[in-house]
């Protein structure tokens, strides 16, 4: 493809970009395709000759989008977000231009320098201390394993990646029951080990019992074990329930132990004063993850990991063959050296692209209006006697189910499975569950860019008539 044709090729795309933002609304939000039916209708082999980008589009529309499920319709409830923005999109594709692959400070100083300037950004945006370093990962669940290596390796005096885990005697690792399961595939593949992950009880809010977590863990070093590190999360992905910080924070402060925060989604609600008690106790955080590329309006993937002791960190992954030695290194950041992957792309730029071109006033806005449309959406639901509120609303996430009266909870538990079907196979709208007290429940999330109170309002109208449509028993 020669300059020329690329700038008509490109010229043609950005109009079918900026069609797609217009009419996002009208597609099924949830992909109704059968398994295989995709694969089935592309070319077993590849094509011998050159083909035009043209016949790509066509097939994009043809073959590609039915396949696609619309995270970014507003009437995407699912989940938790991953939301894209015009200003997240422009530089992505200044990104894929330059196309440079930001290992070391000097494959491109300027990534390097504007992901640190915006990890300070970041930092003080969310209101975490200012001895803080952060560092952009490509997802939390990554970042949680960078925070979980750093706790095994301080612990063990910087032994393990030498010596193995069998060198350190038995680690264990505690969340709560309702930790993201990131969290127990990040142990599984630290050589921690599944059954080394103690999982708290929570209280009625589903927040982790602080009290639980304290016998736990003295129960653990009567029995010899090695108290390594506790998993707290701001905003559980069930329900976005907030663990105690302060409380949890002060044992692992006692103990000696590793504190990592997992606010992969709650952490924009951070910006927000009126939810800096979330953070209360910050000064015994050791290590904190939040996902721009989930409320922030930032393009999947970016996830900002932040650390007290980048120090810790960059001896638990620096490693310096032969090849990668440059002549700027201890002067600068190499960021190769902050996590496991090696080659980085320039994600810094979307940050900053999305930062300036909302400005915090208006990121602000728009988290504040997502709060209030969940917690306007919770009353509507508290309002009818058929249905109930299953977890506290705080953020963007309300958790209820349809209960008529009269029904056992295995009746209501398949009457609302049926039901997350129903809504979800009208292409209308689409909605994922989670189960509380053994009960399914419906999680409805209010967090996609462009989604609005009267988005909330035509969705709870369809769920409360598709519900009571539906045939029980
Ligand atoms: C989404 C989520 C994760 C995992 O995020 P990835 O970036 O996809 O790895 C981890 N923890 C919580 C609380 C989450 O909501």
């Given at each position: 493809m020669t300059p020329d044709e690329f700038r008509k090729h490109a010229h043609e795309l950005v109009e079918w970009m900026a069609g797609y933002m217009e009419n996002v609304e009208k597609y099924p939000v949830k992909s109704a395709v059968k398994?295989?039916?995709?694969?089935?209708?592309?070319?077993?082999?590849p094509p011998l000759?050159?083909?035009?980008?043209?016949?790509?589009?066509?097939?994009?529309?043809?073959?590609?989008?039915?396949?696609?499920?619309h995270w970014q319709s507003p009437n995407f409830f699912a989940y938790f977000p991953a939301n894209t923005s015009p200003p997240s999109i422009l530089a992505e594709m200044i990104i894929s231009t330059l196309?440079?692959?930001?290992?070391?400070?000097?494959?491109?100083?300027?990534?390097?320098?504007?992901e640190e300037k915006m990890m300070i950004w970041l930092r003080d945006m969310i209101g975490l201390p200012d001895n803080f370093e952060g560092v952009i990962q490509d997802t939390a669940s990554t970042a949680t394993l960078a925070a979980i290596l750093t706790a095994r390796e301080k612990i063990s005096g910087f032994t393990i990646n030498s010596e193995g885990v069998a060198s350190a005697g038995t680690l264990r690792v505690y969340c709560s029951e309702q930790t993201h399961s990131s969290v127990e595939k990040d142990v599984r593949i630290s050589g921690i080990g599944k059954r080394n992950l103690v999982k708290i009880p929570v209280k009625e809010d589903?927040?982790?019992?602080?009290?639980?977590?304290?016998?736990?863990?003295?129960?653990?070093?009567?029995?010899?074990?090695?108290?390594?590190?506790?998993v707290a999360t701001i905003g559980t992905t069930g329900t976005t329930a907030i663990d105690p910080l302060r409380a949890v924070g002060a044992i692992c402060h006692r103990n000696g132990i590793w504190l990592h925060v997992d606010a992969a989604m709650a952490g924009t609600a951070l910006i927000l004063p009126e939810f800096q008690w979330m953070l209360d106790g910050k000064e015994y955080i050791d290590s904190f993850v939040f996902n721009p590329h989930k409320w922030m309006f930032t393009n999947f993937d970016c996830t900002a990991f932040f650390i007290r002791d980048a120090e810790a960190l960059i001896k638990t992954f620096e490693i310096l063959p032969e090849y990668l030695k440059t002549r700027t290194r201890g002067l600068v950041n190499d960021y190769r050296d902050w996590g496991v992957p090696l080659g980085r792309r320039f994600r810094a730029l979307k940050l900053w692209s999305v930062i300036r071109s909302y400005g915090t006033e208006e990121l602000k806005r728009k988290i504040r209006y997502h709060i209030s449309i969940a917690s306007r959406l919770s009353e509507m639901i508290a309002g009818e006697k058929d249905f109930e509120i299953l977890a506290p609303v705080i953020?963007?996430?309300?958790?209820?189910?349809?209960?008529?009266s009269g029904l056992s909870d295995d009746q209501l538990n398949a009457i609302n499975e049926k039901l997350n079907h129903a809504l979800n196979d009208s292409g209308k709208i689409y909605l994922t569950h989670t189960v509380l007290n053994g009960r399914y429940t419906l999680r409805m999330v209010t967090g996609q860019t462009n989604v609005t109170l009267d988005?909330?309002?035509?969705a709870w109208d369809l769920i409360k008539n598709c519900a009571r449509d539906l045939k029980i028993g």
């Open positions: 398994p295989g039916e995709i694969f089935n209708r592309i070319p077993g082999t000759q050159p083909e035009s980008f043209s016949f790509l589009m066509k097939d994009l529309e043809e073959i590609i989008m039915p396949g696609i499920t196309g440079a692959q930001c290992m070391n400070w000097e494959t491109s100083p300027a990534a390097a320098e504007l589903f927040s982790m019992d602080p009290v639980k977590l304290d016998e736990a863990i003295i129960a653990d070093k009567e029995k010899g074990y090695v108290p390594c590190c506790v953020l963007n996430v309300v958790c209820f189910r349809f209960c008529p988005h909330v309002e035509r």
